[in-house]
């Protein structure tokens, strides 16, 4: 099986704040990653994926990269509306998430 | 618009059985895949399976192999996941989602239901 593995597990930042996520598999999965966005008491949303293709609706500050093993995900100016839980997912074999990164506001 | 709507909350003694059900609405039923996907409460994203609308395919995760089923209803195009056996770590809100291309990510999610396994 895939392990994926996220870091940091949480980050405070400032609204307008550069943020970055780093998500790493446990094997080469080419560029088979998604990344979701889940609001407190929310349903997760698709916001990227094929590790950099936006999906329509989502603000252009998100931004991913990477592909093989290391992935990043990049929120150029933090929002408030951005505070949430973040997970990546590989889907080269069978789905499977990261833990999740808590991104709050400072 | 895409809209996935599931059953409402439900609370089970340990050892019973639970079926969800999962309604999707504004796309060709038969045309996408349905994941299930559960998470425990302040936990993460555990996926679960997915079944095929059109030809009733199914695919579950080896963990879940032997206590769940999904199948899906064309007649009425809703998909259902039952579990069987409730444990008291089975207490999650289930989600059904889409898969928008046979690709194993998910576009659209349902809004969830959760399940309390308690005696």
């Known amino acids: 099986d895939i392990q994926m593995t996220q870091s940091p597990s949480s980050l405070s930042a400032s609204v307008g704040d550069r943020v970055t996520i780093t998500c790493r598999a446990s094997?080469?999965?080419?560029?088979?990653l998604a990344w979701y966005q889940q609001k407190p008491g929310k349903v997760p949303k698709l916001l990227i994926h094929?590790?950099?293709t936006l999906q329509s609706g989502v603000p252009s500050r998100f931004r991913g990269s990477g592909s093989g093993t290391d992935f990043t995900l990049t929120i150029s100016s933090l929002q408030p509306e951005d505070v949430a839980t973040y997970y990546c997912q590989e889907y080269d074999r069978y789905p499977s998430f990261g833990p999740g990164t808590k991104v709050d506001i400072k | 618009q895409v809209q996935l709507v599931q059953s409402g909350p439900e609370v089970k003694k340990p050892g019973a059985s639970v079926k969800v059900s999962c309604k999707p609405s504004g796309y060709t039923f038969t045309d996408n895949l349905i994941h299930w996907v559960r998470q425990a409460p302040g936990q993460g994203l555990e996926w679960m399976g997915w079944v095929n609308p059109n030809t009733g395919g199914t695919n579950l995760a080896e963990k879940f192999q032997g206590r769940v089923t999904m199948t899906r209803d064309t007649s009425t195009s809703a998909a259902y996941l039952e579990m069987t056996w409730l444990r008291y770590d089975d207490t999650a809100m289930y989600y059904c989602?889409?898969?928008?291309?046979?690709?194993?990510?998910?576009?659209?999610w349902g809004q969830g239901t959760l399940v309390t396994v308690s005696s």
């Open positions: 094929a590790a950099i």
């Open positions: 989602a889409r898969d928008p291309r046979g690709w194993y990510f998910f576009d659209y």
């Open positions: 094997q080469d999965i080419h560029n088979y």
